[in-house]
């Protein structure tokens, strides 16, 4: 069974640093994009970076990019958010997600990561 | 950027039908795609490209997109039917995937 688990949330002071991984399981990861998808407290769902097949193209949300770095690792099968001078609009589940053309078709548990001094 | 609106929230008897909108500029000319999410749990995608069901996902839910707008419909509306709705396109111009503000769809 195809799945998705992510790691590394946490309690962060605002201006810090936290990183985020995601290890996939049942299916073929490296033919695969792979993004990356919050949800803060009382909002929606939204778009906040992803990484193509061999990580040599990646898309950031504006308000993150130069902040955020993802990467991924197809020989661990795994999937990373490095995330620098953490803001407290960045607080939030962070969900690990599977690209099938423009859609997201699968979805981990998610992690939370919570910005607050 | 791409604006997606969605009314907040939607509101339907067991039984019934339920229509939860996507509304932005020539949206109609996107792949649209539709998520469903309960509370504590993680999105599930219940329509892809539109009109396409995934694997799993009951003929009930079914999507529509012409024009400014795409349509989520839930037929024979359950009480596990209650969550949130999401509608998402990829927006080409910016290269960001974006999504709707959201929908509550409650059971009454």
């Known amino acids: 069974e195809a799945q998705l688990v992510e790691s590394g949330g946490g309690l962060v002071q605002p201006g810090g640093s936290l990183g985020l991984s995601c290890a996939a399981s049942?299916?073929?990861?490296?033919?695969?994009?792979m993004a990356w998808v919050r949800r803060a407290p009382g909002k929606g769902l939204e778009w906040v970076a992803n990484?193509?097949?061999?990580?040599?193209?990646?898309y950031y949300l504006d308000s993150v990019k130069g902040r955020f770095t993802t990467s991924r690792d197809n020989g661990a099968i795994s999937l990373h958010l490095q995330m620098n001078r953490l803001r407290a609009e960045d607080s939030a589940v962070y969900y690990c997600?599977?690209?099938?053309?423009?859609?997201?078709?699968?979805w981990g548990q998610g992690t939370m990561v919570t910005v607050s001094s | 950027s791409y604006v997606l609106t969605q009314p907040p929230s939607v509101s339907v008897a067991p039984g019934q039908t339920a229509r939860i909108t996507c509304g932005a500029n020539?949206?109609?000319?996107?792949?649209v795609h539709w998520y469903q999410q309960k509370p504590g749990q993680a999105p599930v995608l219940v329509v892809y490209?539109?009109?396409d069901r995934p694997s799993g996902i009951p003929e009930r839910f079914s999507g529509s997109n012409s024009g400014n707008t795409a349509t989520l419909t839930i037929s024979r509306v359950e009480a596990g039917d209650e969550a949130d709705y999401y509608c998402?396109?990829?927006?080409?111009?910016?290269?960001?995937?974006?999504f709707g503000g959201g929908t509550k769809l409650t059971v009454l």
């Open positions: 997600a599977r690209h099938s053309g423009s859609a997201f078709d699968l």
């Open positions: 049942g299916f073929t990861f490296n033919v695969y994009w």
């Open positions: 990484i193509n097949q061999d990580g040599t193209e990646k």
């Open positions: 020539n949206i109609g000319s996107k792949g």
């Open positions: 490209d539109d009109d």
């Open positions: 998402q396109v990829w927006d080409s111009s910016s290269d960001h995937w974006v």
